[in-house]
């Protein structure tokens, strides 16, 4: 399991064998292991992992205009305690935080 976080360090999702759950346990999406990108329950890309552990849209990934199969689950993992936050890293060029909308189911 691996914790996720966006660019000001809040804790915005867990990785769990390649599926993407929200901190309340909710899956949101999986991790596309050859492209190396996340996508949400309707296969639309979601991000990428940053910095080892922020997930964030990169705004010039060349999946976002793709539709994948959306091949990923639809259970809970359950909620996990909250691991705190992390330091900010700041603004990343070509990067934006993913909209909170799109981190729920």
């Not at 205009?65 to 603004?91: C, K, L, V």
């Amino acid at each position: 399991m691996q914790y996720l976080y966006n660019s000001d360090g809040h804790h915005i999702a867990n990785l769990v064998n390649d599926e993407l759950f929200a901190p309340s346990g909710q899956n949101i999406g999986h991790f596309r292991p050859q492209e190396r990108i996340f996508i949400d329950m309707h296969g639309r890309y979601l991000g990428e992992i940053v910095r080892l552990n922020r997930l964030l849209y990169n705004l010039s990934s060349r999946y976002r205009s793709t539709t994948f199969s959306a091949s990923a689950t639809h259970s809970s993992a359950g909620a996990y305690t909250n691991p705190g936050n992390q330091s900010s890293i700041g603004n990343l060029t070509g990067y934006d935080d993913i909209p909170p909308s799109r981190l729920r189911p």
